[in-house]
């Protein structure tokens, strides 16, 4: 593997793990808890004012979930051509007589 390759290699790893991270962080809206992007929740309430953070709330888990799943997705490209960067058989010359 080249150096490339390692830099590459960790670099998407580095980058899956801040997405696992980011998909399990708390999402809030105001005051509102509205759980993770792994695990989302309603917002506690009644009335008009819950709906309105119902409402914020799936936007805001819908955005981070897909901000996840591109980060990850780009650690994941990233780190599997970081595995497969090898260095390339020279080609040989013939032997002149």
Known sequence: MT??????????????????????????VGTHECGSAVS????AGHGEAQSRAEDLCDSKVTGRRVFVFFFGLAGLVI????????RRPSPRRPHSA
């Open 3 to 28: 150096p490339r390759g390692r830099a590459a290699l960790v670099l998407g790893f580095v980058l899956v793990i801040g997405a696992i991270v980011a998909g399990t962080v708390e999402v809030r």
């Open 40 to 43: 989302a929740h309603a917002p």
């Open 79 to 86: 780190a599997m051509a970081g595995a497969y960067d090898h």
